[in-house]
């Protein structure tokens, strides 16, 4: 009996052991593939890694900044130093954990612009697996207090980081964990791997201070099902107390979407008065939705400007903070009045205009 009981224990033993084994090269095999082939996890080991940076501007939010602007073209015309910051499917506690964690190696921005998708079905308060990991001890209790004190509910990965934070472990216990958990934060990886692998130059990716850059062009805009917008106001409020406690300035816009998409959005009108109520976004939102100014060439997807798209955009954006956003910066040091102009193949030439959505626009399409 103690002998089939031994015999039972070791087989368990030799199991268990081979499936860490497995665990942890997979989980390195992942590693590898994702830092290949996922820009957004490209893009996040570098803003983690930033030290003694100087940003004039941030610009912030998820993947439509992270496509639509280039800060390349935004520097030349305002004479300012710029890095984009924003990271596809980003949540806005994503990019205030970020922002904080930034902080804490590098010096604070004079500006800072973040992109709110208003045409989000969803705006939820996750944040990005990778992103969390790295983050700062301190940095992650500050975002497990913004979850308590919203009482939101914290995400399965979350509440075992809090577990583990709060406990003591041996560090074998604390290697298997990690090796685990590099499986579930790089799960969605292989698919991007396969996709690269496939699409061959069309899955190319390259980034110029953090701006994606991409050549594809969308020529089929099917319709979309329709759908109703979320606003996270907490999240807004929270990054906005926090910039005002650090005396950033920060200023909202809404960038492009097709109009394909924007007529899916049943509850626009509702989602832009939401907004308005919040005085510091009221006061400080612009809307450079106007898909009218693009080409069909101009679109990678319903809602992603190509290059082509991103350089009008990004002039037409620096105009808009060259005429509205600047004026009233306390100490700023960014040259408002260069009249430097860029050098745009596409010879952009129409008149831009810049218009704040909440003051000049909430005469929105009328719902029928």
Known sequence: MAREIKKVLKEISTYALSALISVFTFGQILKIVTFLSVPCEVKVKE??????RDYDVLYMGNSLMQQGVMPTI???ILN???????????????MEMLLRNYLKNNSKPKLIIYNIFVNAKLQNDRIRPTVFDGLSKEVRMEYYSYLSSNKIKKAPYIKSFYFLSSKKYSDWLSVII?????????????????????GGHKYDFNFNSGHLSTKVTCRNMDSHELHH?????????????FCNKQKI?????????????NKTVLNRNEILKELHQVQDISNNFYTLNYPNKYAGI????????????????????????????LGGLAENTINTSSSHEVNNK?????????????????????SE
């Open 47 to 52: 803003i983690l890694s930033f030290n003694n």
């Open 74 to 76: 935004m520097d030349s």
């Open 80 to 94: 300012c130093k710029s890095y984009n910051m924003a990271i596809g499917g980003a949540s806005i506690p994503t």
């Open 178 to 198: 990690r090796e685990c958990y590099l499986v579930f934060k790089f799960k969605n990886s292989l698919l991007c791997f396969f996709n690269k692998l496939l």
């Open 229 to 241: 917008a979320g606003n996270n106001i907490t999240a807004l409020s929270s990054l906005i107390n």
């Open 249 to 261: 300035s920060i200023k909202f816009v809404e960038l492009p979407n097709h109009e394909a998409f």
């Open 298 to 325: 101009d679109w990678s997807s319903k809602n992603h400007l190509n290059d082509r798209g991103a350089i009008k955009l990004s002039n037409e954006l620096a105009q808009v903070m060259q005429n509205e956003m």
């Open 346 to 366: 596409l010879q952009v030439s129409d008149q831009i205009r810049s218009q704040p959505a909440l003051r000049n626009s909430v005469q929105l399409e009328n």
